[in-house]
């Protein structure tokens, strides 16, 4: 089962990541969360007293936590789980939605014919249907695609890293999202 994580913030608001509740339970009791945003809490449990009381610990499940600010250029790491869940599971070609096992990369020009393995140049395709493009573009294999790639921004690619991504948290990435009528509202609340 996947447990719900804590949304890590700097503290000009940009998320940074995903922490455990445990990280997240440290950087609490160390002082190290500057401000917390949502409505929801995360509870850890701890160990019993003489007086039989249990210590519990209500985790906010969006932290800003102290550190430098710095802006760099984000580049999200390209792999086939963050590709597929980009494209919702769908061939990109054909538009059916398939298991992950039968999914796979393709180029749309393919890297043979000087094509990058970027966000931008790679779409979610069924096995069947990357075996007929083969070392084409999807115009000379007169194939269309459904939808055009693009690379997810820092808060789509939050979203697309974790499996569990709450309400109040969803409602705080999907406010930066660039396309927001097309990710799915896979959340729970």
């Given amino acids: ?17 995903w922490l ?16 917390t945003l949502g409505d929801s809490t995360l509870q850890i449990r701890g160990g019993v007293n ?8 209500n985790l906010p499940t969006i932290v800003a936590c102290e550190g430098r600010v710095k802006l760099d250029d984000f580049h999200p790491p390209l792999l086939n ?12 070609y054909c538009g059916v939605s398939f298991p992950v096992a039968q999914l796979s990369r393709d180029h749309v020009v393919p ?6 393995d970027s966000w931008i140049n790679v779409v979610t395709a069924c096995r069947r249907c990357n075996h007929r493009k083969a070392d084409r573009t999807p115009e000379e294999a007169g194939m269309e695609l459904i939808a055009i790639p693009f690379a ?7 979203y697309l890293a974790n499996r569990l991504v709450l309400a109040d948290q969803m409602e705080f990435l999907k406010s930066q ?3 927001k009528e097309r990710w799915p509202a896979l959340v729970e609340g």
């Fill in 1 to 17: 089962m996947t447990e719900a994580k804590i949304l890590r913030l700097n503290r000009a608001g940009v998320p940074l990541g």
């Fill in 20 to 35: 455990t509740r445990e990280e997240a339970a440290t950087a609490v009791v160390n002082d190290k969360v500057i401000w």
């Fill in 50 to 57: 003489r007086a039989g009381k249990q210590s519990v610990l």
């Fill in 81 to 92: 789980r963050y590709l597929f869940r980009r494209d919702e599971n769908i061939c990109l």
């Fill in 111 to 116: 890297v043979s014919r000087g094509g990058k």
């Fill in 152 to 158: 997810p921004n820092r808060y789509e690619f939050l």
């Fill in 177 to 179: 999202f660039s396309r």
